[in-house]
């Protein structure tokens, strides 16, 4: 009984977990690279270009990560970032468990936890946030359709030096 019992939770749990739709994948979060001077040269060519910086905060264990990291190599999404964009993805390890890293470069926006990941911070030229209501609300980017993310990501292009 017991064994049945068990045995039907986790297939119904296992019935719950699906992603809301399919969606590209990469898996572009490197826990090896130094966060601080990577997001730090992102910032000078932010700068230098006059492109807002496009940082994603995330982790290869999340799929929401990985879809919007997947999006992002799409030739859609590479045409409007190369054109408006400085990108920059960052490993933030597990935050959500108290195992998180580089979070001191969310900090440094008035963000003090991310309750989810990934996290996208688009920064323009001179350092301000440009997106503070939606910075940490991208939990569900594997639920995100295309167009609904291209529209977010557009609302914030810049023209090179212009």
């Known amino acids: 009984m017991t064994r049945s019992l068990a045995l039907a939770v986790l297939l119904a749990l296992g019935a719950c977990s699906t992603t809301g739709g399919t969606h590209p994948e990469a898996s572009l979060f490197d826990p090896a690279i130094?966060?601080?001077?990577?997001?730090?040269?992102?910032?000078?060519?932010?700068?230098?270009?006059?492109?807002?910086?496009?940082?994603?905060?995330?982790?290869?264990?999340?799929?929401?990560?990985?879809?919007?990291?997947?999006?992002?190599?799409?030739?859609?999404?590479?045409?409007?970032?190369?054109?408006?964009?400085?990108?920059?993805?960052?490993?933030?390890?597990?935050?959500?468990?108290?195992?998180?890293?580089?979070?001191?470069?969310?900090?440094?926006?008035?963000?003090?936890?991310?309750?989810?990941?990934p996290a996208l911070l688009i920064v323009a030229p001179d350092g301000t946030l440009l997106n503070p209501d939606s910075a940490t609300r991208w939990g569900n980017a594997g639920s995100r359709s295309e167009d609904a993310i291209f529209a977010e990501l557009a609302r914030h292009a810049r023209s090179p030096l212009g």
């Open 34 to 117: 130094d966060a601080s001077q990577s997001f730090a040269a992102a910032r000078e060519r932010s700068a230098v270009s006059g492109k807002p910086l496009l940082a994603v905060l995330g982790a290869n264990w999340c799929h929401d990560s990985r879809a919007l990291a997947g999006w992002l190599e799409t030739p859609r999404f590479r045409q409007l970032v190369a054109d408006s964009f400085e990108l920059i993805f960052i490993d933030v390890g597990h935050p959500q468990t108290g195992d998180g890293r580089n979070l001191e470069i969310a900090r440094g926006f008035g963000i003090d936890g991310l309750a989810s990941t």
